[in-house]
Each structure stands twice: as C-alpha cells, then as structure tokens.
C-alpha cells in the first residue's frame, strides 16, 4: 500500500552524507569514481514480477521526497554537497534499478556524474551558487543529445553506441545552470512511435519500464522512465518530451508533477523529432515548485529551432512568482466533462477536485464543451482531430527522424527511417519479440511536408485545436484554465495487446501546442491518478498558480511501495 506524504517545501528532512554512507557502505554499489554503470536491460524472459523491495522510509534513504529547496538549504550549509548528493542517488539506482524491484527506469548513468559534481563544489565553494539548479541531479529522456560519455538512442538498438557530435539546449542549458546529468532514462521505444500494439515503457534497449506503484503495472509513456525516475526517488527531477500525452500521462501514473509547455518555449534541437509542430520537452518533478525551477531554466530562443522565436517574448526564466497558495482564487475554470466517463473512480476524484477548486475560491464553469468536428476536406481527409493528428505525425515524423539521422557520419548504418526499418527486420529476435513497427512502415510511406494531404491534415489539426477548440472554449467561457482528468490508473502490463489507455485529456493542448500541466489528485486502489490544467499559449504562469494552489491543497503525492501485484 502507497505511503501519503506532504508535499510542502517545509517537508524536508536532512541526513548528513556521512550517516548515509554509513547506512549504505554494505551494498558496496560505489565505485572509486562515484559512478555506477547501468547494464543494458534486455526485455523480460517472463511477465514474472520480482520480490519488491521497500526502500521507502526515510532511514533508507535520506533523500527521499527531498525538494530542490531543501537540497540548497542542505548543500549551502555543507550538510551535502554535489558530489554527495549524486553518489546517494547513484547508489538508489543501483539498488531499484536492476536489482529489487527491477524498475529498469534509468538506461545508463553518466560514468562522469560525480566527476561534474565535484566541479560544481569547488564552484560553490570559490563563486558561490549559480542558481537554483546548482549540484541538482537530473535525469534526461533517452531521446535527448548529450555530448559526453553517454549515448543517445530513443531506446533502439539501431542507434547504440550512438553520441551526438554536440548537446541538446536542453541538456547545454541544464549544465549552464548547474545541474548534474546523472542518466539517461528509459522510454517508449521511438517514442511510443513504432507500433499500434506497443507496451508504454518498453524499449529494446533498457527492457520493460516499471511502475513503482505496483510492478506489474505499466508506467505510461513515452517518458516512463523519467516519470518512474522521479517517482521513486531516483533523481531529483527529470526531463520528459511529449508529442502527445508523453509527459503528462507518465505523470499520472507515477504520482508526479508533469509540465507539457507551449510548443516553442523549450528548444527542440537536439532531441529526436517526431513532429516539428507537436513536440516539446518539459519538466518532471514531485512537486509543482521544483517543475517550475526547471523550467525557468530551459526557457529561451534558440536559433536551432525557429520555433523558439516567440519564447523570449512570452517565456519566463523565473516562474516561482507565480507559485501563490491562494492562487485559485478568482480563477475561472471550465471543467471539460467529454474526457469523463472512462472510470468511475476517476470521475469521483474529478469531482473532488472541482469541489477543492471552488472552496478555495475559483469561479468554476461546469461544464464546458470542447468539439473534435467531423467534417472531410477536399483533399478527402477527415477533419476530425484524432485522425488529422495521426495524418500530420506520420509526415512529419519522416521528415524530422530524416533529418536528424541523415547528420549522422557517413558510415553509420543507420541514416534514415527505411533503415530502421531495415534494421528491425534483420534483428526481429530483440526489436520486435512483442510487437512490431507499423507506424515506422506508415510513416515511411507518406510523401513530402508539401503533400497537399498534409497540407489538409495540419491545417483541419490547428483549426479543430485551437479555433474550433481551447481558443472558442476559452472565450465564450472568460476562462483562465480547462480542468480534465490526465488520464486513468495504470493498466496490467501486456505485451500481446499493447496499452489500455483509460481515457484522456492530453489531445487538445498537444495538437494545438499549449502548455498543459498535469498534478496529483488522488489514487485508485493506490495507483495515483492526476488532473490536467490546460490552456491558450504562453499562460504557463497562469496555469503553475492554479497548479501550485491546487497541489498545497490536495497533497495527493504519494511514495511508491513497489507492491508486486493488486490483490
């Protein structure tokens, strides 16, 4: 059974390193450089889910639930540093990651964590901090370029061994502000790209992600193992992407705080693409604040990716002024009913929720309608927003995966979707044991970005999500925010059907590229289910105030008990 604890900055206990590694000297899980290798996990041989370990008591681990805030009280005061800090969260990967509970959450460490840390304590110690991120660790999605000692392969084995030429932003930016990147996490393979029968967390390079909450469950996708990550208290925080669904669905299942940002916000180079008018990276954290630290920090116009261009207009480098405990007051709220209706527990903790939003004083609109259309184009696609979205994807995910591969060497193997096809195919035994790569296949058949089907598709995509949809909504209703479920409780893995998705509100702001915001709410039988805050472009400040009252209310984290199965 899940353990209940508070989310308040206030909430943080602090055990010296000395005592930790007392506590942890028998595992003998460091090494002399303070590393730990992570072995490739291969998929599992059986569905048998391992004895859980309970690793959950403070005693155990002295990190635990700790907040950015409480880490820089800690490291100010030299009660820990970086290089401490990081070797504690190394050794709790070593310990859940492929040993106990075998989360398989973390795809490789960085053999040169500790060695950054120490250079950021000798940086304190001569400059002083140079934020808020400094000494934090973090781990990136698998499908995040990093210039270092670790690869970067959006969990395939087509790409092993692979390390991109230069770091992402997101990954430059994170070092500039001082955090260490402790991994690479685990994922949806190609971003839950791949195949219409796929299992959410498997990859195969890093095997089947694990929910923490209750092993044999799956930890949604495609950012698993960075919402799986944060949850268990592997790292501090997490970066995730999300095309659609892929940061704010792993926030739910895992108990977390899930920040999708307007498109254009974060840069985008340097991560795997699916769709150049979708995709973003955001934050994953265990509470809004810590989401919103990080935030700030990849925040900024990149020339990289045009997209970028409006972020120094809109973006924020700081988002804690916005972090107001009376924040909902005042607030107008529409309750969006056409995503309920999937699970009646889910629905009772919506309720809840409406219910906590108007004690606390916002203006709740119930309900609110949001059209998906039905109409067909010329071109003959038809204008509803589910299959305009698939129609734009699969273009435009050629193009971008193109793109990127093709700046590779001349000698890889791999330079295009066909050859990852191609590669697929000859080593079927372990990239396809469960489930195959259809929408590789469809994708690769579609034509160019100036295909007037398209063309068609993307423009029936904005219309429907934005005109016809968040934009109207919020207008005819003087909104300020659309309040809907994240999604259901976390589905018995299956490897023969794929996902169980138990509805969901994540489409809208994902084809329309608005920020959306997924906290804590509650829990089904103790597998943890979230609310989505969502709404026009750039209200990201908006929506973290509604978010952070919402969150000070409910504290409705919850600490993983790593339960092998619900009986």
Known sequence: MSVQRPTSETDDTHVSR???????????????????????????????????????????????????????????????????????????????????????????????????????????????ARGPLHGIPVVLKDNID????????????????????????????????????????NLSEWANFRSTRSSSGWSARGGQCRNPYVLDRNPCGSSSGSGVAVSANLTMVAIGTETDGSIVCPSTANGIVGIKPTVGLVSRAGVIPISHTQDTAGPMARTVRDAALVLGALVGVDPRDPATAESGTFGQTDYTPFLDRDGLRGMRIGVARRFLGFHSAVDQLVENAVDVMRSAGAVVVDPVDLQAGGRTSESGVVANLGAAEAE??????????????????????VRSLADVIAFNERNADTEMPYFGQERLIEADAKGPLSDPRYLAALAASRRLSRAEGIDRTMDDHQLDAIVGPTGGPAWVTDYVNGDHF????????????????????????GLPVGVSFFGRAWSEPTLIRIAYAFEQIIQARLVPAFLPTLT
């Open 18 to 128: 000395r005592e930790f590694l007392r506590a942890s000297a028998a595992s003998g899980a460091l090494v002399a450089s303070g590393s730990i290798a992570c072995r490739p996990a291969s998929p599992p041989e059986s569905d048998v889910v391992p004895a859980a370990l309970p690793p959950t008591d403070s005693a155990d681990f002295p990190l635990e639930e700790m907040t950015i805030g409480g880490l820089r009280e800690a490291m100010a005061s030299g009660e820990w540093t970086a290089r401490s800090v990081t070797e504690a969260y190394l050794v709790r990967i070593e310990q859940l990651n492929q040993q106990g509970p075998e989360l398989r959450a973390v795809i490789e460490t960085n053999p040169d964590a500790a060695l950054l840390a120490d250079v950021l304590d000798r940086e304190r110690g001569l400059q002083g």
């Open 502 to 525: 138990g509805g969901s509100s994540s489409r809208y702001p994902a084809v329309a590229g608005y920020p959306n915001i997924s906290v804590p709410a509650g829990d089904v039988h």
């Open 146 to 185: 990093t210039s270092d000692r670790m690869t970067t392969t959006a969990g395939s084995l087509a790409l092993a061994g692979w390390v991109p030429p230069r770091d992402s932003t997101v990954a430059d930016r994170l070092r500039a502000a001082g955090a260490v990147l402790l991994g690479k996490a």
């Open 392 to 413: 734009v994807l699969s273009y435009e995910f050629k193009a971008g995966l193109n793109a990127y591969l093709a700046a590779r060497r001349p000698d890889a193997e």
